[in-house]
Nanobody, 120 residues
C-alpha cells in the first residue's frame, strides 16, 4: 500500500519561502515519477513540477523560476523549495506518485495535502 505524507506548509509573508516535503512509503519510490500540484480555493488542481526517477525535472509555467523540485531516493522523499511567494500562491499543495514514466497517465497516488497561506 502506498502512502504519501506532505509537510512543511504553513503561514508565510509575501516574499517569503517554504520548503515542502513528501515522504513516501511503499510504491518503490526510486522508480517513479513524482510531482507537486496545488489547488487554490475553488479552483482546479494544477501541476507545478515533476521529478523523474533519474533526477530529471520539469516545471510548468505556473511557478517556474520560483520553485525547485528535488528528491532523495534513499529517503523516499521529494521536496519543493518555493521562493518569492505571493498571495496568489495560497493553496493546498499535494504530492503525487505517478508511474515509472508518467505523472498523468496510469496508476497514481496522492498525498493528503499541506496548506500554504501567503499573507501579511
Amino acid at each position: 500500500q502506498v502512502r504519501l505524507v506532505e509537510s512543511g506548509g504553513g503561514l508565510v509573508k509575501p516574499g517569503g519561502s517554504l520548503n515542502l516535503s513528501c515522504i513516501a512509503s511503499g510504491g518503490d519510490f526510486g522508480t517513479k515519477v513524482m510531482g507537486w500540484y496545488r489547488q487554490p480555493p475553488g479552483e482546479e488542481r494544477e501541476l507545478i513540477a515533476t521529478s523523474g526517477p533519474q533526477g530529471g525535472t520539469y516545471y510548468t509555467d505556473l511557478m517556474k523560476g520560483r520553485v525547485r523540485i528535488s528528491r532523495d531516493n534513499a529517503k523516499s522523499t521529494v521536496y519543493l523549495q518555493m521562493n518569492s511567494l505571493h498571495t496568489g500562491d495560497t493553496a493546498v499543495y499535494y504530492c503525487k506518485m505517478g508511474t515509472t514514466i508518467s505523472i498523468v497517465r496510469g496508476e497514481h497516488y496522492w498525498g493528503q495535502g499541506t496548506q500554504v497561506t501567503v499573507s501579511s
